[in-house]
């Protein structure tokens, strides 16, 4: 509860106050973007590691 009291003010809040102000469908809409974006990044660098990588 101090952390509230202590950070209220600030910039996260502000946006975590916004994001949960918006409806439910954009937020589950959002929220799976974030997912997808961090899947793909994820993959990518996978990959590029694995054609790098000298298995003989």
Same mark, same amino acid.
């Given at each position: 509860?101090?952390?509230? $009291?202590? !950070? @209220?003010? *600030?910039?996260? !809040?502000?946006?975590?106050?916004?994001?949960? @102000? /918006?409806? $439910?469908?954009?937020? =589950?809409? =959002?929220? *799976?973007?974030?997912?997808?974006? #961090?899947?793909?990044? @994820?993959?990518?660098? @996978?990959?590029? #590691? !694995?054609?790098?990588?000298? /298995?003989?």
């Amino acid at each position: 509860m101090w952390l509230v $009291d202590k !950070y @209220s003010q *600030g910039t996260a !809040y502000n946006l975590l106050t916004h994001f949960l @102000s /918006i409806p $439910d469908w954009l937020q =589950v809409v =959002v929220v *799976g973007m974030v997912f997808l974006l #961090i899947f793909v990044v @994820s993959l990518m660098g @996978s990959l590029r #590691i !694995y054609e790098n990588k000298d /298995i003989s």
